[in-house]
């Protein structure tokens, strides 16, 4: 027997997102947070099946498109990987926005988005660019020291939706050709930090690693190199991790609320950000550009051995 699953994928500055339309199993009708964990216990073999190999790759993010909890939401979303479930992702909401979009669900103008971690707001601008006002981010702890390969390095341990240890003295050019010693140092702080029991808040695993470097663009403040969880490097400047890093740098008041902070990617595409504050908390909005690349369906044969991805 042979099922399908509709999919819309898009790219935001580089970055993938998968979009799972139609063809998902019905996770019920409870919050985000415990759909996502419906989906996590009882269907995560079509998260490994959309996104790994055959049909996938490291590097693409899925989203499974969902009704809001939230009547007052556009859409809610689950975001997810080839390592697992992502709390929030920055990159996947402007493309979702621009595929609802493509999809004739939405028009321009101001949208709540539900994510597992609460609900985002997103403005869908004049053709494919969109603003995310993304969940309250901090810095959590300040200048926390490891020795990576010999070197002490200190990095900051922040929150912009998923945990961030964001590094600047860690010595590496951050360049395309240099992707394989980028991936591997990353993951080597990654495990250095398990290794010394080195925690986001509540013993949170921290899962991206962000090194910051001087931009290659002259419209650029900062140039970035982020590892994903499941060992993929973002294409985009990390909606996420660009929050972080503007909570870290209002903390160090190197960012007033109101001004733009520019992110390059490694490769060379760009998130425009900014901060305001409300209760005291840093409420980050980033901005990038999206593009519908395609419509598909994916088939399911009963009969085949990798019908549910390649598991690691």
Partial sequence: MTTRVFLIDSHTEGEPTRLVIEGAPDLGGGTLAERRDVFREKFDALRSAVVNEPRGADHIVGALLCEPHDESCAAGVIFFNNAGYLNMCG?????????LAHMGRIETGEHRIETPVGVVKATLHNGNRVSVQNVPSYRYKKAVEIAVGGQKISGD????????????????????????????????????????????EDGSEIDHIELFGPPQRADADSRNFVLCPGGAYDRSPCGTGTSAKMACLYADEKLQPGQIWRQESILGTMFEGS??????????????TAFVIAETKLLFDGADPLRDGVRF
């Fill in 275 to 288: 901060i305001r504050l409300e209760n005291n908390q840093v409420l980050p909005t980033i901005s990038g």
């Fill in 91 to 99: 990159h996947g909401t402007i493309g979702l926005v621009v595929t």
């Fill in 157 to 200: 341990i922040a929150w912009g939706g998923n945990w961030f240890f964001l590094v600047q003295n860690h010595g590496q050019e951050l360049s395309l050709r240099r992707l394989d010693e980028l991936t591997r140092y990353c993951q080597h702080v990654k495990e250095t930090l398990a290794e010394n029991y080195i925690t986001g």
